[in-house]
């Protein structure tokens, strides 16, 4: 999870991604664990939201995810860039 601040909030956001139980530890709650600590904390840091992302075709992510109390609520447009030096 990271915490993020911007100039247009008071306070900050947390940003929850890439959360991943090995298949043998599946349905046994480890998940689920993980995402109600990942928001808790943020409530501790005073986030005022939380932001899980997931791609299209995770079905079973997007049901995991709800289950917290997540809700869809818009679309993540992101650009894939080169690694290189800047000038």
């Known amino acids: 999870m990271c915490v993020i601040r911007n100039k247009l909030h008071r ?25 109600k600590k990942a928001i808790s904390l943020a409530k501790e840091l005073g986030c005022y939201k939380i932001i899980a992302t997931s791609r299209f075709p995770r079905e079973s992510v997007h049901r995991f995810y709800e289950s917290l109390g997540f809700k869809k609520w818009g679309y993540e447009f992101r650009k894939e860039l080169k690694a290189g030096v800047l000038k």
């Open 11 to 35: 306070r900050p956001y947390a940003l929850l991604e890439d959360v991943f139980v090995d298949e043998k530890y599946r349905g046994r709650g480890i998940g689920k664990m993980i995402g």
